[in-house]
């Protein structure tokens, strides 16, 4: 088959240390060309350096046998190579159609033939979203779709999708595999990069792993299996690992009661729900979107403000308490875990060390009431330890990270103000297999601390592993509670349904 992209011997350093080292890359024309490795193995700096973001230190980037010398994303773009980003590069302050047509002075000054041209244009990629609607007031699912339609606007020869699944629905993730389909027939070459290894092994043609920056091996897709990829990613089998049984270790018995909900409420997204979280166990919620999980945990931690009349009661150790800004409720021990860990996790200009210590600055855990750059060293030092948090040096910003390794410092951040509550949102979304374990071995040891644990998960088996005890949620209250021993997959799917 035809090869139209292709890189050779590429090579990145930062600071003199290489992310990616003397790997060797080819995509066929029409072909879906699968990429994967764990956090931190240099699939996104490789993909970067074909897309322009960033220069190789040294290598050759051919497109159709001509050698590129990109310099930015906009030249790689003119000449058929378009990357949709694992975080969404779009204008929050402007409307999906002026997004989607931002670089079209045609259209973007006629507001009128810019919605209708972007509703039809949505419409042909099966994509539920409002042309009219401001980006900054989309969830993050549909943020991903118009970032894909974005890409597919342009009509790129060679599309790269980086984590482009990680926030969709499962209905919006079948129209994404249709629009893969449709793009292949019409030719168009697509690198795939996902940690979701089963969507990997059902639409694409061929599979790359690479490990610690180099390339491990590449292959017919039909030569793989979950369980070979994962050798091929961390050099030895997880697969029990991550899917353990329900049966794997005992319930942990429930301590002292810590959170305590009754009738919560805000506006229609959370509707007289209640619930309780005890020391001592991991307590699972799962829900479909929409479901106010999320909006549940957030006016427990301050984030939301729960109904002024009739909005209910929280209860923590048996002491009523109602947070209007979350520093109140970080003092009495409530961390919450975001699920969009960019936008809401860390400062990511500041370095590792500064994140970390920030967040025991203002939790007031630190014995400094002014920033003590011995105490930040010695601070950052324990928690990238204690959590394996791969970088250069903690002085690195949290934007250099991958990834699973920002999750890392997202959840070091929360460790540090000494919670009694932490609440986990989608703690694993976007993370390789090998974190993945780590941070479920992670919530397993707060559980076995006494600390009270409620994670939020979409992924079924993860609550299944993880949970003590699972609580489901639709249309904004809690409607089921179910014994992890009892529970199975169809039974929480059909309460959270039906």
């Known amino acids: 088959m035809t090869v139209i992209l292709e890189l050779r011997n590429g090579t990145k350093e930062y600071r003199g240390i290489p992310a990616v080292k ?18 931190g193995a240099g699939k996104s700096t490789l993909t970067k350096m074909l897309a322009g973001v960033v220069e190789p230190t040294r290598g050759e980037i051919l497109m159709e046998g001509e050698t590129l010398a990109l310099k930015t994303p906009a030249e790689a773009l003119e000449i058929g ?18 997004n989607l047509y931002l670089s079209d002075k045609k259209h973007f000054h006629r507001l009128r033939g810019t919605y209708i041209a972007g509703q039809q244009f949505l419409q042909s990629l099966n994509f539920h979203v409002d042309p009219m609607a401001q980006v900054a007031a989309l969830g993050a699912g549909q943020k991903q779709m118009v970032e894909i339609a974005r890409a597919v606007h342009h009509n790129a020869k060679v599309i790269i999708f980086d984590e482009p699944t990680s926030t969709l629905t499962p209905e919006e993730k079948y129209q994404f595999f249709q629009l893969v389909e449709r793009l292949k027939k019409q030719g168009v ?59 794997d270790h005992e319930i942990r018995k429930p301590g002292e009661k810590v959170l305590s909900v009754q009738n919560l409420s805000m506006q229609n997204i959370v509707r007289n729900t209640s619930f309780s979280v005890f020391a001592g166990q991991v307590t699972g919620m799962f829900g479909l ?17 729960r109904n002024l009349f009739h909005g209910g009661q929280v209860r923590l150790n048996g ?7 979350p520093r109140p409720a970080v003092r009495d021990g409530i961390i919450y875990v975001t699920e969009d860990r960019k936008v809401e996790g860390f400062f990511e200009t500041m370095s590792i060390a500064e994140n970390i210590y920030l967040a025991g600055l203002t939790g ?16 950052a030092e324990k928690w990238t330890k204690a959590l394996n948090v791969r970088s250069i040096n903690n002085d690195a910003s949290v934007i250099e990270l991958s990834g699973g390794n920002q999750q890392k410092v997202v959840i070091a951040k929360a460790l540090v103000q000494k919670p009694k509550l932490i609440i986990f949102d989608e703690p694993t979304r976007g993370v390789d297999v090998g974190a993945i ?21 979409s992924y079924l088996p993860e609550i299944l592993k993880l949970s003590d005890r ?26 959270a349904v039906h």
Do not use: W
């Not at 002491?319 to 800004?325: A, T």
């Open 22 to 39: 003397d790997v060797s890359f080819t995509l066929r024309k029409g072909e879906v060309h699968a990429l994967l490795g764990e956090n």
């Open 81 to 98: 190579i378009a990357m949709v980003y694992q975080e969404t590069s779009l204008v929050p302050s402007l409307t999906v159609a002026q």
């Open 189 to 247: 070459s697509i690198i795939f990069i996902s940690h979701a290894l089963e969507e990997a092994l059902e639409i694409s043609d061929r599979i790359t792993v690479m490990r610690d920056g180099e390339h491990v091996i590449t292959d017919d897709t039909s030569a793989f299996d979950r369980d070979s990829i994962v050798r091929a990613m961390v050099g030895r089998s997880l697969t029990d690992e991550i899917h353990g049984s329900a049966v």
């Open 289 to 305: 979107i929409g479901s106010g999980r999320t909006e549940a945990a957030k006016i427990v931690a301050g984030v939301l403000k």
């Open 319 to 325: 002491k009523p308490r109602r947070y209007r800004v």
């Open 364 to 379: 007031g855990q630190t014995k400094a009431k002014t920033v003590n750059m011995r105490e930040m060293r010695e601070i």
């Open 437 to 457: 374990v780590e941070i479920h071995h992670l919530i397993e040891r707060l559980a076995e601390e006494n600390i009270a644990v409620l994670v939020i998960s």
């Open 470 to 495: 699972i609580l489901v949620c639709r249309q904004g209250r809690v409607v089921e509670e179910f014994d992890r021993r009892k529970a199975t997959e169809e039974t929480i799917m059909y309460a």
